[in-house]
């Protein structure tokens, strides 16, 4: 429940300087990559190289929309 709620208010602080749709995609898409590292880390889970290829576009996505997006002015 903790980590929930520590997500959630990092969510919340990203929103106030980027756009809500960017910051949601970001959040979701590290996410996604999170659990899977922890599935393979701890469940000991296997990855195929086009499983981890499609995660490595996860991740290039989020930095690419995260680098292009436009700032809020404060």
Known sequence: MAGYNVCFWLLAFAMTRIPMGVAYA??????????AAIGWIV?????????????????IGAIGL????????D
Do not use: D, K, Y
Not at 29 to 35: E, Q
């Open 26 to 35: 970001v959040w979701s898409g590290l996410a996604i990559v999170a659990i």
């Open 66 to 73: 995260n680098l292009t997006t436009v700032r809020l002015v």
């Open 43 to 59: 469940f000991r889970q296997n990855l195929t190289l086009a499983q981890t290829g499609f995660m490595a576009l996860i991740l």
